[in-house]
């Protein structure tokens, strides 16, 4: 066996943010997401419950705040289609529990599950297709595996390099070698090799029994995604509404996975938000649409401020396709460097390209025609989807690990560089001092901000502690209520991630404000 000393966690978490190598501790931001209020663990007064979290007073905020933008590109404004003319998209918000014969018909209950490999030392369950097997070239029988995303699988990637080794996941080991060869595996906690069983499958939707009677006849399931209620209402939109193809469906709305191991703060959680939009079009027309929204997407992500350098895209292999998308049209996923993904990504969104499969399947299932009839060209078919399905939880976390910059020079140690349509608060107007005569200056400009913008009245302790809490919470503007504004009627305004300091008039903050929060385009 190899023992791996002296590699310490800073070394493998190297994060390349704005053209700087910076060492980011995840560890800091979710500190820093308790202590200000952003995410808090869920039951945490009872030690929490593994895989749930709630969203405190800024996270909801920071979280609405993305929701809202993702409804406005899709169904308030949607863009602009391949003839150059805004594209129709409505809203929907489907139940989170329906009739259990829709996720037979869907595949979830037939197909929804990971290959889980449990460890018999350890007692430990991970997911075949995560654990990272390092097979040294030398092959002189080290083989250790490690889950992925942890502290340990990034210093041993680092060490295998250094090996020249190859990486592989059990998933691909089980077919590429013989099962003796587990054997040789070391488990991510394990003393020694081969404790590891052979994968399983896991199915991953939480149950539940509405009514009175617990018996499998009641069994019901809680939605692991939003996409299917808008399958599940295709013929009630084209029937109430006046959509035409190609036209889209979006809803946002919580979804629930029994995950094996929920982990990397909120990444990978068992209650999370999606936010999904079923695009129907035309068989023919389906591949065109598919590049179309790969690259609508993909701006959006950037739009919501993701820089370039941490967002890839990248084509499914034919290994990971979903189980509706065996004919291989495939998927794309937007990707994210997370942190704990570094010098690897993450998935935020998927945007694949899913045939005829659901609407046929439920089709076939429910005894319903799920046809669209075209009346122009007098035929009936079934639509094809392409569809963007993103998560709103963990968009939100890469926002978070976006912003999240350290600057030694200011007394927080680091501030949250959000796009100011995104911050949860847009400016904090603090009173200089408590004292009487700057209090109702700050009171009667808060009371006229309030009414357009999220904002803050901070009156109490020093102003340094002040603005650390804004520039930690990321608010893009402070105004200050000086001796000054008594005589000349001007307040300071301090720039978050410049820090300079302007003097405006006070009858200009809230048009100074709007110029500054523009919606994002
Ligand atoms: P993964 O491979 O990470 O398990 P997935 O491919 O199963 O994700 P989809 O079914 O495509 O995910 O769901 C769409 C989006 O929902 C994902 O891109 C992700 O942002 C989000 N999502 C999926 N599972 C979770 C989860 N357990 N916790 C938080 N967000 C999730």
């Not at 700087?20 to 202590?35: F, S």
């Not at 009487?436 to 803050?456: C, G, N, T």
Request: net charge negative; with cysteine; charged share 30%.
């Amino acid at each position: 066996m190899l023992v791996l000393k002296g590699v310490g966690l800073h070394d493998e978490c190297a994060f390349y943010m704005r053209g700087k190598e910076i060492m980011i501790d995840m560890k800091d931001i979710v500190a820093l997401c308790k202590r200000r209020g952003f995410i808090f663990a869920a039951s945490d007064i009872y030690g929490g419950l593994n895989g749930f979290w709630d969203f405190g007073p800024l996270g909801v905020e920071l979280k609405n705040n993305l929701r809202d933008q993702w409804w406005k590109s899709m169904v308030i404004t949607p863009p602009l289609g391949l003839d150059g003319k805004p594209v129709q998209i409505v809203g929907l918000d489907s139940a989170i529990i329906q009739n259990p014969k829709a996720w037979i018909a869907s595949g979830h209950v037939g197909g929804f599950s990971d290959p889980m490999v449990d460890c018999r030392e350890t007692k430990k369950r991970y997911r075949a297709d995560q654990i990272i097997v390092l097979v040294p070239k030398d092959t002189e029988g080290s083989w250790l595996a490690f889950e992925e995303g942890t502290d340990e699988l990034l210093k041993r990637k680092k060490m295998v390099k250094f090996w020249g080794s190859n990486i592989l996941n059990t998933a691909t080991l089980l077919t590429k070698f013989d099962i003796s060869d587990y054997d040789k595996i070391i488990a991510p906690d394990a003393k020694k090799a081969g404790t590891l069983t052979e994968p399983r499958q896991f199915n991953l939707m939480l149950d539940t029994y509405p009514g009175v009677v617990r018996d499998d006849a009641h069994k019901a399931y809680l939605r692991p995604e939003t996409a299917q209620g808008i399958f599940l209402n295709f013929k009630n939109v084209v029937d109430s509404s006046r959509v035409r193809i190609p036209f889209g469906i979006a809803q946002i709305g919580k979804a629930f996975r029994n995950e094996v191991t929920p982990r990397n703060f909120i990444f990978r959680s068992r209650e999370f938000e999606q936010m999904e939009m079923e695009w129907f079009c035309e068989p023919d027309e389906a591949k065109k649409w598919h590049e179309f929204w790969i690259e609508e997407r993909k701006n959006w992500w950037r739009s919501m401020g993701l820089t370039s350098d941490n967002i890839l895209m990248r084509p499914h292999d034919a290994d990971e396709l979903a189980h509706y998308a065996k004919e291989g049209l495939g998927t794309y996923d937007v990707e994210y460097k997370f942190p704990f993904t570094d010098p690897g990504f993450g998935e935020l969104e998927g945007i694949a390209h899913r045939c005829d499969f659901d609407l046929k399947a439920h089709q076939e299932h429910s005894g319903q025609k799920l046809e669209y009839f075209d009346q122009p060209n007098n035929k009936r078919f079934i639509p094809h989807v392409i569809e963007p399905a993103a998560g709103l939880t963990r968009g939100v976390l890469a926002l978070i690990c976006e912003a999240y910059t350290i600057d030694e020079t200011r007394p927080s140690g680091c501030y949250l560089n959000f796009l100011p349509a995104l911050a949860p608060k847009k400016a904090a107007i603090l009173p200089l001092t408590a004292k009487d005569e700057h209090v109702p200056i700050a009171q009667k400009l808060y009371m006229e901000l309030r009414e357009e913008f999220p904002v803050d009245l901070d009156i109490k302790q020093n102003i340094g502690k002040r603005y650390a809490r804004q520039d930690e919470i990321g608010t893009p503007y402070c105004f200050t209520i000086d001796n000054d504004t008594l005589s000349d009627s001007t307040v300071t305004v301090r720039d978050r991630n410049t820090m300079k300091q302007e003097r405006i008039n006070l009858d200009n903050v809230a048009k100074y404000l709007r110029e500054k929060i523009k919606p994002v385009s």
